[in-house]
């Protein structure tokens, strides 16, 4: 297998993956980009970029198939940033430093409070509403004058990586409970 290395030389350019000092001599770091995987990007964006130009015009069975794909690799695509999103943020997303009561035998954040759900949030929230896969709001309103969010916490000193948020412009009904679904 061709293997081929590239690095940054242009001192004004910062380096993928700096130099490391052992000794007298300079050893680069591994994992290098190599240039076929390069072009290989390269390629993989024009194609996608192709494909969303002429969606408005290709046949529908084409079409089908090229949606079909764009969702399994934006379901790939959507992990990894979810990965990357609770990696590089702070507080740390899927934190469970939180205080525990005195003799508690485990403890447990629910995900609305450690990792980016997809959607953030919704307006004019029905009865039953599902945010995530653990969280559902009840009530007994005739019209919903309500909205719930999850934010992220920005402070460093915040425990939980996120935050959420519920506005009640009105309520008519007689009850409101967001309920928390516990892992088994």
């Not at 076929?36 to 969303?52: C, E, N, V, Y």
């Amino acid at each position: 297998m061709l293997h081929l290395q590239v690095f940054l030389t242009d001192p004004s350019t910062p380096r993928l993956f700096p130099k490391q000092k052992q000794g007298n001599s300079e050893i680069r770091n591994e994992n290098p980009i190599s240039i076929l995987d390069s072009l290989m990007h390269r390629r993989f964006m024009r194609q996608w970029a192709r494909a969303a130009r002429l969606a408005g015009t290709s046949k529908l069975s084409r079409l089908r198939h090229v949606r079909t794909t764009a969702r399994l690799l934006r379901s790939h695509l959507d992990r990894l940033i979810h990965k990357a999103d609770e990696r590089l943020a702070l507080p740390i997303i899927g934190s469970n430093n939180f205080s525990r009561p005195h003799n508690a035998y485990w403890a447990w954040r629910p995900k609305l409070w450690r990792g980016p759900l997809q959607p953030p949030g919704m307006s004019s929230v029905q009865t039953k509403s599902i945010l995530g896969n653990e969280a559902t709001l009840f009530h007994d309103c005739q019209f919903s004058e309500l909205t719930l969010r999850q934010l992220r916490n920005q402070r460093e000193e915040a425990l939980a990586p996120y935050g959420v948020r519920m506005d009640v412009f009105k309520l008519d009904g007689s009850f409101l409970s967001l309920g928390i679904d516990r892992r088994a």
